[in-house]
């Protein structure tokens, strides 16, 4: 069957199948070519991260296959790579710091994983994907300075070669201090090696930038050469840690093993996780989207991250998201489609059944220079300094979240982080405005001024804002205020309702309330400009049953049910009352900012 053949509904669930459709040669070619260069940075990273989760390095090469051509499959962005990144490993890191045993933290990031995608997938379903718009990135930004302050202090052992301290639970801090103090002090070779490799990623970044040559796989050299040294002075023999063996084969599919108490203990950090790791990949999308001018689809978005998470915990994969690195990568080496990923994999998976022989003689302490070094392009200052500067609201998040991601831990600072962010989000968004209107006599409808004296048998407000429950304690005092202002003489009060967003069955509840008591001292209410939202409440909660059909304006496309109309419908209601209104109720409302 064709891709034209497949209905346009079903293709939105597979976009890497959808782009076979226009798929040629020339994608092949550059998918081909980003995908292979993806593969060449993945490989030493896929390592690098698995020895930050503290388990074996082979685990971080099938994440590297396994959730990159998922992910890939699914992915709503066409350059986005899944797989291992620093911040997941780091939070996975803190997940399983209570686990002693090689082989618990190996069977508990599988479960994480199945647990990360479990609710991802539940996202997904309940279309929660845009309530990520809702969460600052202010939060992500503080997570990453935390987290890669934390990254660099966890490497320090493997860069210098001292012996870890401490228990399985103690805080990381206390754990630090004591493999600083009495971790046997700096070991000369393997430090060696771990500022050697530092150097040399740093040297071969700069001939890069000289010579222009942008893909060029530092990392992979460097790894290679430190290898290859590695084996040929017996670095081993000398005190200098190593990898160890990689096996060169796929792992068979598999159940993840659960055990109910372990689910328990896993369970807010897999909630973290998850939280963290559809923040980490919508922004690296948005990212790439904002540079090719494609259109995401969040919700899709969070099923791809969804699905490489769950599909992976069958094959022993870790939890991972989308990589910023690998992703940056992809796009700079001209990545077409979401086939440059499923290339990716392949190549990760090539690479591992040809050099895993060889891998054994990695050093811990090159892969330690370069997760330092990755740590330092993981912060981006420019970032930094801007969400520091910008608001109270902005630099209180990031340092929260950057704080606690060492003093608690990295996992719960993401819940922090979000959690705050609502917490000061919502008070800004519930806050609602009210300005008072006056028709002057060109016709225009506009803000009243400290000299303008309105007609006292009609009064003439505007609502702008929020109008949910997150506002109640605003719209009712605005309302109040309306009240307040009505003297014995007033007739009719003008509402203009077009600026109200985001109506529900609380704010109309207000609305409703403040209208009985207009009617009970026969005060006639006119709604102006009212949106279809709220028109459709007021209709289902039977509260437009008792507006008159004449004071109630819609808002329509030709502005028939805006304020100018409202206001002459006012002034003829209260022209019986006020020799005023009789002489503006012959007159033409013309418009005005409000109108």
């Known amino acids: 069957m064709t891709t034209a053949a497949l209905g346009p509904r079903f293709l939105r669930y597979f976009p890497a ?83 002693s045993s090689v082989a618990g933290r190996i069977e508990a990031a599988v479960l994480l994983a199945f647990l990360v995608g ?71 070779p393997t430090a060696l090696v771990g500022l050697v490799t530092i150097v040399a990623i740093l040297v071969i970044r700069w001939f890069k930038a000289r010579l222009g040559l942008t893909l060029l796989p530092e990392f992979l050299l460097v790894l290679g050469g430190a290898a290859g040294i590695s084996a040929w002075l017996g670095l081993e023999g000398n005190g200098v840690r190593i990898v160890g063996s990689i096996p060169a084969h796929f792992p068979r599919p598999a159940i993840p093993t659960f055990h109910p108490l372990l689910v328990a203990d896993l369970a807010t950090s897999a909630l973290a996780i998850a939280t963290l790791g559809l923040l980490e990949a919508i922004a690296m999308a948005k990212a790439i989207a904002a540079q090719t001018r494609q259109k995401l689809d969040l919700n899709q978005q969070c099923l791809s991250e969804g699905l490489a998470n769950f599909v992976g915990s069958f094959f022993q994969c870790m939890p991972g998201s989308g990589s910023l690195t690998r992703s940056s990568i992809n796009q700079q080496a001209g990545a077409r489609t979401q086939w440059s990923g499923v290339i990716a994999a392949g190549g990760v998976l090539a690479t591992m059944m040809l050099l895993a022989p060889y891998a054994r003689f990695v050093p811990r302490a090159a892969l330690a220079g370069i997760l330092i070094v990755t740590c330092w392009r993981m912060v981006d200052r420019a970032a930094l300094a801007w969400h520091l500067r910008a608001t109270k609201f902005d630099a209180a998040i990031v340092v929260v979240t950057a704080v606690s991601a060492l003093a608690i831990s990295v996992e719960f600072c993401v819940l922090i982080g979000v959690f705050l962010s609502f917490l000061l989000t919502v008070p800004r968004a519930g806050r609602m405005r009210i300005v008072e209107l006056v028709l002057r006599p060109n016709g225009l409808v506009d803000q009243r001024g400290p000299a303008d004296h309105p007609c006292g048998g009609v009064l003439v407000f505007a609502l702008e804002g929020e109008m949910f429950f997150g506002s109640t304690a605003a719209l009712e005092s605005h309302l109040e205020a309306v009240e307040a202002r009505t003297l014995v003489g007033t007739r009719v009060v003008v509402l203009q309702m077009r600026q109200v967003r985001s109506p529900d069955a609380v704010g109309a509840h207000q609305l409703a309330w403040f209208l009985e008591r207009m009617r ?6 006119v709604l102006s400009g009212v949106p279809d939202e709220l028109h459709a409440i007021l209709d289902n909660t039977g509260i437009s049953d008792d507006i008159p059909e004449t004071s109630l304006f819609r808002d329509l496309p030709d502005r028939s049910g805006g304020v100018p109309h409202a206001v002459r419908e006012a002034y003829r209601l209260a022209q019986g009352h006020c020799p005023e209104c009789r002489r503006f109720a012959g007159s033409t409302a013309a418009g005005g900012q409000y109108a």
């Open 17 to 99: 199948v959808a782009a076979l459709k226009t798929y040629g040669w020339t994608e092949l070619r550059a998918d081909t070519l980003a995908g292979v260069t993806v593969a060449a940075v993945a490989v030493p990273q896929a390592m690098a991260y698995a020895m930050v989760a503290g388990i074996p390095p082979q685990y971080g090469l099938y994440t590297a296959i396994v959730m990159t051509a998922v992910g890939a499959f699914f992915d709503s962005s066409r350059q986005l790579i899944n797989g291992p990144t620093n911040a997941i490993s780091i939070a996975t890191l803190s997940a399983l710091a209570g686990i």
């Open 118 to 188: 479990a609710i991802q997938l539940g996202i997904t379903l309940l279309r929660l994907g845009d309530l990520t718009r809702f969460i600052s990135h202010s939060v992500i930004v503080g997570f990453t300075l935390g987290a890669s302050a934390l990254l660099v202090l966890d490497q320090l052992k493997n860069l210098l070669g001292l012996t870890p301290q401490g228990g399985p639970h103690d805080h990381f801090l206390w754990s630090f201090w004591l493999t600083v103090t009495q971790g046997g002090g700096l070991h000369g």
């Open 520 to 525: 009970s001292r026969n005060i006639q209410v």
